[in-house]
């Protein structure tokens, strides 16, 4: 009974409630690792959908369906029969995993081999039908199955050891020596061992309950417009992150393909030959590995195919890059059009203290210190002009907020000679710049 409560944190991976059941849906037996890296992937063919697996048993064939959900960003795949060896193992090297509750392989996240596999199968990828909220509703009603199961279970498991202890009188000992020890021994111990079954049933029947709520939270979680936009900054990141690999890729790219041009790499002013430019990025590793280098010399490879074999992995690489580019513009345009249809309208940024005007006047001032709270300070603006203020580090400077709360004044470290050099700091004024009126205590906030 333990084993059956062992169940994945999420739907898709197998739960043990229904262990004594015969297996159903398209799984397969579980391959060796495929072998990875150098074997060139065959080219898709034409698409013809629905797309069919190898011979079955029977003589019968597998149909599939490719869906993508831009609600979780998450591919799956809709067989009709049991896998058969060969495409079982395409289907998990390429990260999918099986759902049993959902008769389905589901991938975490897309990514474009998933996506050409998907291709290769089904012919097409359609648009998934269940929305993020309906699933997380199947997903609830299943954990209130397992949490009535549970209770009932603890119920039972608390009458057994109710009937149990209803026989023995209350406040009866165990009679040491009589001949009912062994049997009283074996009660106790048994309505021990039922209590702890019932208390640990109890808790897992409490467990399914909280998950049950959580997976509709979740769902109304992931949909709320507040998070939706942040998760727009999210991809952005991503997008721009992406974008800058692919101009790193067209620089590095780029720079081997030249080296051709003898005046690409020179010597003190003089023309290098092929293979001496070659040689000399490789020795350094820029945009390639570093046995290169070693290859180069022991005769492995030539400086033209490692020009060719470089070139080509950048290529390949760029154009990998670019489906995550597009991929991150879909899925911008489906929460960007998702998001202006709630009427989200972002809440305004907290003002700062860069957004107040910076006055310039002189006189008597007085400013907040910004390491003690409540404290302000008074004191007499130093007149400086544009130039020795521009002398002063960047490091001893900056703008203090006034009393008042309602404008910036500059502070800088004033020196009695040169600027910036000695001294102590100060709240100063531009003598050659425009004077601002000072401020009025009525226009003042806290």
């Known amino acids: 009974m333990e084993d059956q409560d062992r169940t994945p944190l999420d739907d898709q991976s197998s739960s043990s409630d229904h262990a004594t059941e015969a297996p159903t849906g398209p799984r397969g037996p579980v391959p060796a690792p495929c072998p990875q890296g150098g074997i060139p992937r065959p ?11 190898g011979d079955q048993p029977g003589g019968r064939r597998a149909t599939f369906t490719g869906t993508y959900s831009p609600d979780d960003n998450k591919l799956r795949l809709y067989a009709s029969r049991r896998l058969d060896v060969e495409t079982y193992a395409r289907v998990k090297a390429a990260g999918f995993i099986w759902a049993p509750k959902q008769d389905l392989f589901v991938a975490p996240t897309w990514s474009p081999l998933r996506e050409d596999l998907l291709i290769d199968l089904a012919g097409q990828i359609d648009d998934e039908d269940t929305s993020l909220v309906e699933r997380a509703e199947v997903r609830s009603e299943r954990f209130e199955g397992y949490s009535e199961r549970r209770g009932t279970e603890a119920e039972s498991a608390r009458e057994a050891v109710a009937a149990i202890a209803d026989h023995i009188p209350f406040g009866q000992p165990i009679l ?23 208390v640990k049933l109890w808790e897992t029947s409490t467990y399914w309950t909280s998950r049950a709520a959580g997976a509709i939270r979740h769902a109304k979680y992931k949909e709320r417009p507040d998070v939706r936009a942040r998760r727009i900054k999210t991809i952005g990141a991503e997008q721009r992150k992406f ?13 081997w393909a030249k080296l051709t041009d003898a005046q690409s790499i020179t010597r003190g002013g003089e023309p290098t030959t092929f293979a001496e430019r070659v040689r000399f990025l490789a020795g350094r590793g820029i945009g390639c590995r570093y046995e290169l280098a070693q290859e180069l010399d022991e005769g492995k490879i030539t400086p033209e195919q490692a020009q060719a074999n470089v070139v080509a992995f950048f290529e390949r690489r760029k154009a990998h890059l670019q489906r ?14 998702m998001l202006d249809a709630s009427g989200y309208v972002p809440p305004p940024k907290p003002k700062t203290k860069a957004d107040l ?5 002189s006189g008597a001032v007085a400013y907040r210190n910004p390491y003690r709270t409540g404290e302000v300070v ?22 203090r907020m006034s009393e008042c709360g309602t404008h910036r004044l500059r502070y800088a470290l004033v020196g009695r000679g040169k600027p910036g050099y000695g001294g102590d700091y100060g709240i100063v004024y531009l003598s050659d710049s425009k004077q601002h009126p000072r401020p009025v205590v009525r226009e003042a906030r806290s």
């Open 43 to 53: 080219a898709p063919q034409p698409p013809q959908y629905p797309r069919e697996s």
């Open 324 to 337: 995550w580019v597009a991929h991150c513009d879909n899925r911008l345009a489906y929460e960007r059009a």
């Open 243 to 255: 974008q800058r690999e692919i101009a790193e890729c067209e620089h590095l790219g780029g720079g």
């Open 176 to 198: 040491v020596g009589h001949h009912s020890e062994r049997h009283a021994r074996r009660d106790a111990e048994r309505i021990q061992n039922g209590m702890r079954r019932a």
């Open 357 to 361: 005007p910076l006055l310039n006047y």
């Open 378 to 399: 008074r004191t007499v603006a130093v007149a400086m002009t544009k130039a020795e203020l521009a002398k002063i580090p960047s490091d001893y400077k900056g703008t």
